[in-house]
């Protein structure tokens, strides 16, 4: 099955530093990546809509300046969360979509604490 | 407007025993998807079954089968004689035929005690 991979894993990092967020698909192009937020005990929330080569769209709410995208390549989605505070504490999870198979592949999740 | 609705927040069971998650769906499209995944603690999502809108035929896979019923709009799932390794998060979701956005369900954390 399609494999798609997440980098990091964890982070830590300090209020008001950046932290980018990589998602590749390894054996497959994806024309269209997600980006989910999960907060504890919570569902998968939608954030925006990374499409290759050209802007994400974003889910009512999320704010663009704040959660950058960038789809620069077939298999290469980066989610910047920008000036992070603890509320952008959370699971982020991105998954690709397989053009062979219609499908949408998960990622196995980042998990960001901002302290 | 899509929704996904999974009424039971948390469901504890001991092992061995059989257990039914529920879920209901709202959609106005007549031809649409419908998922199960698996989110162990963790925390990546593991795909169980995709069912299309217009296959009603329940499917068997080992221990865990589901039910589609379209008459009321529900997609329920269940696992029979549960064990410890069944523990997790399990989410059911709604695409649309066209595009690509799924609709997430609350999720039901499924707790199975030795």
């Known amino acids: 099955g399609a494999v798609v991979s997440q980098h990091p894993s964890w982070v830590i990092c300090k209020s008001g530093t950046s932290v980018k967020i990589e998602c590749r698909s390894l054996?497959?192009?994806?024309?269209?990546m997600f980006w989910y937020r999960q907060f504890p005990k919570q569902s998968l929330m939608l954030m925006a809509t990374?499409?290759?080569?050209?802007?994400?769209?974003?889910e009512q709410g999320v704010e663009k300046d704040k959660f950058l995208i960038n789809h620069a390549s077939l298999t290469l989605s980066t989610l910047t969360v920008t000036s992070a505070h603890p509320e952008d504490s959370s699971f982020y999870i991105c998954?690709?979509?397989?053009?062979?198979?219609?499908?949408?592949?998960f990622g196995p999740g980042t998990r960001l604490t901002v302290l | 407007a899509q929704k996904v609705t999974q009424a039971q927040t948390e469901i504890s069971v001991v092992e061995k025993e059989d257990v039914t998650l529920d879920c209901v769906y709202e959609t106005r499209d007549t031809t649409y998807y419908l998922f199960w995944y698996k989110q162990p603690p963790s925390g990546e999502l593991v795909f169980l079954i995709r069912?299309?809108?217009?296959?009603?035929q329940n499917e068997i896979s080992g221990r865990y089968s589901w039910n589609f019923q379209k008459s009321t709009s529900s997609f329920n799932f269940t696992i029979t004689a549960s064990q410890v390794v069944d523990s997790a998060v399990y989410f059911c979701?709604?695409?649309?035929?066209?595009?690509?956005?799924?609709?997430f369900g609350g999720g039901t954390r499924l707790m199975v005690k030795p």
């Open positions: 990374s499409n290759e080569g050209s802007k994400a769209t974003y």
């Open positions: 998954s690709a979509r397989d053009p062979n198979y219609n499908e949408q592949f």
């Open positions: 979701a709604l695409k649309k035929r066209a595009g690509n956005m799924l609709t």
């Open positions: 054996d497959f192009q994806a024309t269209t």
């Open positions: 069912r299309n809108s217009f296959d009603e």
